[in-house]
């Protein structure tokens, strides 16, 4: 929530601008990303970096200062979590060669592969929602709009996959 008296006099003009577009620009920062109090942050961002910057006291051209300005706080944050991924993906590899026991390595070889037969047993729609999803990485929104289905239909799919691969593990796992 912004505060008129926490505004420097040239923004004071803006604020009524910055009004108008709040909403439209929450739900298209919403849709794209898929969850609205994520989006909530990144407009919020870009209001501060607009008001921060010498360009907020032009009121004519603040509307595609706040658009442009959200959409690349919203790509810069994509592409953090892209590396973070890849941190981890490293972070689990030394992680697997750095154990030493080798019945743990088999062990886990034997899960995996397990996992993998269960995968391949799903639908073939469901084991594209759950791979997308667990392996991939992509939000509901993300997979729904890529399988041409409503997001609905997307988490019903990962929760049978999930139900599927958790009874199957369990039922081998009691073996």
Same mark, same amino acid.
């Given at each position: 929530m912004l505060y008129r008296y926490d505004l420097p006099l040239s923004a004071l003009g803006c604020l009524s601008v910055f009004e108008? $577009? $709040?909403?439209?620009?929450?739900?298209? +920062?919403?849709?794209?990303?898929?969850c609205r109090d994520k989006a909530q942050d990144v407009v919020q961002e870009a209001? *501060?970096?607009?008001?921060a910057s010498p360009h907020a006291t032009a009121t004519a051209g603040v509307g595609a %200062? %706040?658009? #442009? #300005?959200?959409?690349?706080?919203?790509?810069?944050?994509?592409?953090?979590?892209? *590396?973070?991924?890849?941190d981890d993906i490293e972070r689990m590899e030394l992680m697997a060669s750095s154990a030493d026991e080798p019945e743990r390595r088999?062990?886990?070889?034997?899960? @995996?592969?397990?996992?993998i037969q269960l995968i391949e047993t799903l639908s073939p729609r469901c084991?594209?929602?759950f791979v997308l999803y667990k392996l991939d990485g992509l939000s509901h929104a /993300?997979? *729904?709009?890529? @399988?041409? +289905?409503?997001?609905? @239909?997307? /988490?019903?799919?990962?929760?049978?996959?999930?139900?599927?691969?958790k009874r199957g593990l369990a039922e081998r796992g009691a073996q």
């Open positions: 108008r $577009y $709040y909403h439209d620009l929450h739900n298209l +920062i919403s849709r794209s990303i898929g209001y *501060a970096r607009v008001l %200062l %706040l658009y #442009t #300005t959200a959409k690349n706080i919203v790509i810069d944050q994509y592409r953090q979590n892209n *590396a973070r991924q890849y088999v062990a886990g070889r034997q899960s @995996m592969q397990q996992l084991k594209e929602a /993300e997979i *729904a709009a890529k @399988m041409g +289905i409503s997001i609905n @239909m997307v /988490e019903k799919h990962i929760i049978n996959g999930m139900i599927i691969c």
